[in-house]
């Protein structure tokens, strides 16, 4: 039992001793630059695309830890975005937000294995609660938490 306790410590510490990187996709600036903000406000890193070909286009294995993206973007949307990823066979955790929720999209959204679907203005705490959620992170273990 305790060589199993100190394995999880040492699981939990090389977990902790990474700084997670946040992608942000979105095609509006602002509400990138918002949502980078805020989530480094939250101890997290990140990196923020102005559409789905960007960030697919710099997207490697392990690069980034969970997905923040819009539904709503010209070209591939954020549901789309999500279906590609999964076809790449990436596990990602992907948080989808909108301006123009509806109870279908969100029900496809969360069948297709996104991890939270928000509205815009989306709210801090919840952002925060699933980010953590996303990452396997509990209150005591999250950045600056």
């Known amino acids: 039992m305790a060589r199993h306790g100190r394995q999880t410590a ?5 977990r902790l001793s990474k700084v997670p990187v ?10 990138r630059d918002a949502l980078s903000e805020l989530v480094q406000v939250m101890g997290f890193s990140t990196e923020a695309f102005d559409g789905a070909a960007a ?3 710099d997207l490697a294995p392990g690069r980034f830890d969970c997905l923040i993206t819009d539904v709503r973007m010209p ?3 954020g549901i789309d975005l999500q279906r590609r990823l999964r076809a790449l066979g990436s596990a990602m955790p992907v948080v989808m937000i909108t301006s123009a929720p509806d109870p279908a999209g969100r029900a496809r959204a969360l069948a297709d294995g996104a991890c939270a679907y928000l509205a815009k ?12 959620s996303a990452l396997g ?5 999250s950045p600056g938490g």
Not at 23 to 31: F, K, N, P, W
Request: hydrophobic share 45%; aromatic share 2%; net charge negative.
């Open 55 to 57: 960030f697919l286009a």
């Open 22 to 31: 946040i992608a942000i996709v979105d095609d509006d600036e602002a509400m």
């Open 137 to 141: 992170q509990d209150e005591d273990d």
């Open 10 to 14: 040492s699981m939990k510490a090389d």
């Open 121 to 132: 203005p989306v709210d801090d705490c919840a952002l925060l609660g699933h980010l953590r």
């Open 75 to 77: 070209g591939m949307d």
